[in-house]
């Protein structure tokens, strides 16, 4: 048994989720399975029903994203893509080329696929994971995780 159908996988990575995670900001309380949990299943961070903390990150071609919990690939969760806020670090009037050339919210351009994808967590140097995604302009794209 494998990934179900669909578009051309661009990036894949796997994501161990057992380390411990926070909920919401400033909680003392971290258990493992944080991205379970966000999506979504019922996993409470008890290792002793044999839960896996094993997920695997999939980036398809059209943009989409999904997780899958191994070994059984049940996808535990997707998106169409991923939104691009405002660009934190770039060159003196990026934003304004980019503006001009059509990569602007809401254009008719399809944004550029990703190639490279990482799902990290911290322990205590964030409360939550991210999600870090390289793009094929060379875009960094960079997500902290939520419930």
Do not use: K
Request: glycine letters at 12%; hydrophobic letters at 40%; proline letters at 7%.
């Amino acid at each position: 048994r494998g990934l179900p159908d669909g578009h051309a996988v661009t990036a894949a990575a796997l994501v161990d989720d057992s380390t411990p995670a926070a909920d919401h900001p400033g909680l003392d309380m971290r258990v493992p399975g944080f991205l379970q949990r966000a999506a979504g299943g019922t996993d409470s961070g008890n290792d002793s029903e044999g839960t896996s903390h094993t997920l695997l990150a999939v980036a398809r071609v059209g943009g989409a994203l999904e997780l899958y919990s191994l070994p059984w690939y049940t996808r535990v969760w997707a998106s169409d893509g991923l939104s691009e806020g405002a660009g934190i670090l770039a060159p003196t009037g990026a934003c304004v080329g980019a503006a001009a050339a059509g990569d602007a919210p809401g254009s008719s351009s399809p944004a550029p696929e990703i190639v490279e994808l990482r799902l990290d967590a911290f322990s205590r140097a964030h409360e939550r994971p991210l999600l870090t995604a390289l793009r094929g302009d060379g875009a960094v794209l960079v997500y902290r995780a939520f419930l």
